[in-house]
């Protein structure tokens, strides 16, 4: 395989003999088997993980849930038909706790690992949500919702149901309080541990049981997250602390294996800024916090402590791989445990840290389950979910490549190739993608390998305001929103086609979320793209102050607000632009979209189609921001290809065939 920066961490299989491969296509990626969740026992010795696989006839995904054992070897079924959700073993293995909807609330139930048949725990009065075990397995702390008494459900069925907005428990959507609960595993019996009007995130149970640390607020407007503060619950009197005060949200509460410190993630004890979250530790006691993991820079992810408290592991996003990362609270040291040139990202952790569930996968190998010990070594491939993709697909492949802004500032991004490609300039499709602070890393997508398998070079851009570098890479476009970060993707460009690599004459673009704002942006900027296809866009940002999220905006990326700062909430906004455009424009948008509205694609259509402008919108119904029903992502994906080799290759292209009786069979 061809790389000049090594990126992939496996080669490809050979083909069956005398087998040529295919291009990939859409209906390829949507058979994909989907695997994930991966939960390890307690000892480390087996790993449950899920399955999701397409019923196209159903029009949806299935999970299922299987049991594997860490030396590998055959998985087999281990939930039945009705399946479950949120799995958590009990300290000593020998119970497995998840929860499953009875008369449409959710309840939990019990497992035992040995064999037998699940039994239900709870019987709540509203759903139980988050939940954790007691260290000696005796109790299940969890968070539930507060019921609404008889008299409101009866208004309510009666058509009483107004949404008060930003009144009590409500946000711009019907809420409700909620409170933590504690249920004896042996009787069942049930008590309640807090009865406040707060809505409560992330908690941690200590480890002889005696406390609870959580995070919580008063209220629920849509914006305001940075009200969240760590409070300290002693469950024999019922006192509550409140532990920070500041002006920024905190989350992912975990105490030490000692009871004095838990460590939790935030940006800053201060002020909500515009930074990477970091891990602190605090000691509940004297209220003493300090940042830990300061010596990374990344996206911190999931993380334990060591059992004797004098470690972290974590999983850490740094440029475009993730690996372990494992924190030595002594010094502040932190060591990057694997490797990995790819995506390896640990879910679970044994009892004593040694062992580690995780999910592996790269720009060109589908993600898997892999079983491995904590010093890196001993690796087990668990799962061969995909095997037709290797055996079957000429699949792109990729590199790693950095170029100068023209503020002198390096960005790098991923530049990707069809499976045969030698040399000369091919149509480019630069992708953005969402955020703004989101990243392009190095895992697989399909779509991306339909897009080489039809012929593109494609750039992924890691932008100014990308996370997975540092707090200044992250700050780039802090006050400049559409400024540096447009032109890091057309340097990008330029650096491609000075390459010989890309033909500037066939030049196509897609985003989706932050990814269609500065893709509908940059269309009006400049007439170098012959077709775009812009999704879940935001095109004037004084409108969507109300409907949407504006603390990014406000506080970030334009600063002030709409009255006040009104010229640069204008200017920043493609529909203030929309003359320019000359590029033929396909615009995507889900009619349930809450975190960008679906006006605002319906505002910038209707600004090209009242100028004569090429310009075509899907609107799909039911879908939210990310696409959920398989029919739908087709559609989208298909018209989208359809849109971009009309216009930027001059190509009436006609989709695949996806056959109704045989759904793994594809007729290209």
């Known amino acids: 395989m061809r790389t000049l920066t090594l990126l992939i961490g496996f080669t490809l299989a050979v083909p069956v003999a005398g087998q040529e491969r295919r291009a990939m296509t859409t209906d390829d990626g949507l058979d994909m088997v989907q695997v994930g969740g991966a939960t390890i026992s307690p000892d480390g010795s087996w790993v449950l993980f899920s399955k999701s696989e397409l019923n196209w006839e159903e029009n949806e995904r299935e999970t299922t849930w299987w049991r594997v054992s860490a030396e590998g070897g055959e998985p087999y079924r281990y939930i039945g038909e009705e399946g479950g959700g949120n799995f958590q073993f009990s300290p000593d293995g020998s119970k497995l706790a998840f929860t499953r909807s009875v008369d449409d609330e959710s309840q939990l139930f019990l497992l035992p690992t040995t064999g037998g048949e699940a039994v239900q725990l709870s019987e709540h009065e509203t759903s139980i949500g988050s939940y954790a075990w007691s260290e000696d397995g005796s109790k299940i702390f969890f968070v539930a919702t507060e019921p609404r008494t008889e008299e409101e459900e009866k208004a309510r069925e009666a058509g009483y149901d107004a949404i008060f907005v930003d009144e009590g428990p409500n946000g711009q959507q019907d809420g409700n309080w909620n409170n933590l609960w504690l249920i004896e595993v042996e009787s069942g019996e049930e008590e309640r541990l807090t009865d406040s009007d707060h809505r409560i995130g992330s908690f941690s149970v200590a480890p002889n049981a005696d406390r609870i640390v959580f995070t ?318 812009v999704g879940a866009m935001v095109s004037d940002w004084t409108s969507e102050y109300g409907p949407g999220f504006n603390h990014d905006v406000r506080l970030w990326y334009i600063g002030g ?59 799909f119904p039911r879908e939210p921001h990310g696409f959920r029903e398989p029919r739908h992502q087709r559609t989208r994906d298909v018209e989208e290809i359809r849109w971009i080799q009309k216009y930027v290759r001059d190509i009436e292209w006609m989709p695949w065939e996806r056959p109704e009786k045989d759904k793994k069979k594809v007729v290209s």
Request: without cysteine; charged residues 25%; glycine residues 12%.
């Open 216 to 533: 919580s607020r008063s209220e629920n407007r849509r914006n305001q997250q940075n009200l969240t503060e760590i409070r300290l619950l002693e469950i024999e009197t019922g006192a509550i602390r409140q532990l920070t005060d500041n002006n920024a949200p905190e989350g992912r509460l975990s105490w030490a294996p000692d009871g004095r410190l838990f460590a939790y993630t935030a940006r800053t004890d201060g002020e909500w800024e515009l930074l990477l979250d970091k891990i602190w530790v605090m000691d509940h006691e004297t209220g003493v916090r300090r940042i830990v993991s300061g010596a990374f820079d990344g996206n911190v992810g999931n993380f334990v402590w060591t059992p004797d408290a004098s470690e972290i592991l974590f999983s850490g996003l740094h440029g475009t791989n993730n690996n372990l990362y494992r924190i030595d609270l002594g010094s502040g040291g932190v060591e990057q445990v694997t490797s990995s040139v790819g995506s390896l990202a640990p879910s679970s952790f044994s009892r004593d840290r040694m062992r580690m569930a995780y999910v592996l996968q790269d720009f060109d190998t589908p993600a898997d389950i892999w079983f491995g010990l904590t010093d890196g070594t001993g690796t087990v491939r668990l799962t061969d979910a995909n095997p037709t993709i290797a055996e079957e697909i000429a699949l792109g492949w990729g590199e790693v490549i950095r170029w100068e802004s023209k503020d002198g500032t390096e960005i790098e991004g991923i530049l990707m190739l069809p499976a045969e490609y030698q040399s000369g300039a091919l149509p480019l499709l630069l992708h953005i993608h969402g955020g703004p602070a989101g990243v392009f890393r190095n895992s697989f997508s399909s779509s991306n390998h339909v897009w080489a398998g039809l012929g593109y070079a494609q750039l992924f851009p890691n932008v100014r305001g990308s996370s997975g570098y540092d707090d200044d890479l992250l700050r780039g476009n802090l006050r400049d929103i559409g400024g540096g970060d447009y032109e890091d993707l057309m340097t990008g460009v330029d650096e491609v086609i000075a390459r010989g690599i890309a033909d500037a004459s066939k030049l196509g673009l897609r985003g989706w979320s932050y990814g269609g704002i500065l893709g509908g942006w940059t269309v009006t900027q400049t007439d170098r793209f012959r077709g775009a296809s």
């Open 561 to 619: 607000t709409p009255w006040d700062n009104a010229d640069e909430w204008r200017e920043r906004s493609a529909l203030t632009h929309i003359a320019n455009v000359t590029t033929p424009t396909l615009v995507l948008h889900g009619i349930n979209d809450r975190t960008d509205t679906e006006s605002q694609s319906m505002m910038f259509f209707q600004a090209l189609k009242d100028q004569g402008k090429v310009t075509r919108y899907i609107r």
